[in-house]
């Protein structure tokens, strides 16, 4: 491979380093419409359940974990 010494070369950054960013609501709802995608009964029943019971967004991650665990496909 050539490489040209004016050129800068980036340093990969380290999974640890790289920024997260974690969608609200509205903007999550906003792309999957887009996208033509729709939750099924059984998830807005999920979903209706854990704003209820106002879990934690751990709490909620454990629960669509538990929800999809079992599946082997759609």
Not at 34 to 48: F, Y
Request: hydrophobic content about 30%; cysteine-free.
């Amino acid at each position: 491979m050539w490489y040209d010494s004016r050129m800068k070369r980036g340093s990969p950054k380290s999974p640890s380093s790289r920024q997260s960013h974690v969608l609200g609501v509205r903007k999550f709802a906003a792309i999957t419409a887009v996208e033509g995608l729709r939750l099924s009964p059984e998830g807005k029943k999920r979903l209706a359940a854990t704003k209820a019971d106002k879990l934690t967004p751990d709490q909620r991650r454990a629960e669509v974990i538990r929800a999809y665990s079992g599946r082997k496909g759609r």
